[in-house]
């Protein structure tokens, strides 16, 4: 099975934009989806199908995608957005990424 | 409202069995896939296994392959882990997932999972 790489920490000052990347050799041509999770909480779904936002969660987080890497960027990042986001996709099986941790200094 | 309620977690020692049980609720469980996704004590999620809408098909991580077993029963909406020949790296809390879209019956189409289940945590040791 294939691997997805995720930076293992990222920080950011409050109301600055916060990008964490995801780099795995089959997102050409699969989707990849970001989750957010914070301590003691079931995960959360953020952005599905690379870009897509689902109902409920806040504009400011958004998803990209170029070539082997996709990014979850988070704009004027807020205190309550600190936690674990993990990217994950699927191709021959499912596979998460290793997961990163977004300090709000 | 939707939601996924794990049971059956505990203390269990090394080569033992657990089953695990999730119960579906405001949705239709019958129309989607369903998924295992475990988490170690501070380490990261890990995809377990995934299950068919219907059962039908069946896939699992490398790390659990012949030794756990994913199935359903949507006369009852609800969801199932057998996990034998337990290990102590088997050790977490363990989510069941819904996957976001219905129907799907090949793994490159599975569509991410927007619900889970508040998790239920295993914990192998003598």
């Known amino acids: 099975s294939y691997e997805l790489t995720q930076p293992p920490s990222v920080s950011v000052s409050p109301g600055q934009t916060a990008r964490i990347t995801c780099s795995g050799d089959a997102l050409p041509k699969q989707y990849a989806y970001w989750y957010q999770q914070k301590p003691g909480q079931a995960p959360v779904l953020v952005i599905y199908?690379?870009?897509e936002r689902p109902s409920g969660i806040p504009e400011r987080f958004s998803g990209s995608s170029s070539g082997t890497t996709v990014t979850l960027t988070i704009s004027g990042v807020q205190a309550e957005d600190e936690a674990d986001y993990y990217c994950q996709s699927a191709d021959s099986s499912v596979v998460f990424g290793g997961g990163t941790k977004l300090t709000v200094l | 409202q939707v939601q996924l309620v794990e049971s059956g977690g505990g203390v269990v020692q090394p080569g033992r069995s657990l089953r695990l049980s999730c119960a579906a609720s405001?949705?239709?469980?019958?129309?989607?896939?369903m998924h295992w996704v475990r988490q170690a004590p501070g380490k990261g999620l890990e995809w377990v296994a995934v299950?068919?809408?219907?059962?039908?098909?069946?896939y699992y991580a490398d790390s659990v392959k012949g030794r756990f077993t994913i199935s359903r029963d949507n006369s009852k909406n609800t969801l199932y882990l057998q996990m034998n020949s337990l290990r102590a790296e088997d050790t977490a809390v363990y989510y069941c997932?819904?996957?976001?879209?219905?129907?799907?019956?090949?793994?490159?189409?599975?569509?991410?999972?927007?619900?889970w289940g508040q998790g239920t945590t295993v914990t192998v040791s003598s």
């Open positions: 405001g949705f239709t469980f019958s129309s989607y896939g």
């Open positions: 997932a819904r996957d976001r879209s219905p129907h799907i019956v090949v793994v490159t189409a599975l569509d991410g999972m927007d619900v």
């Open positions: 199908k690379d870009s």
């Open positions: 299950i068919w809408y219907d059962g039908s098909n069946k």
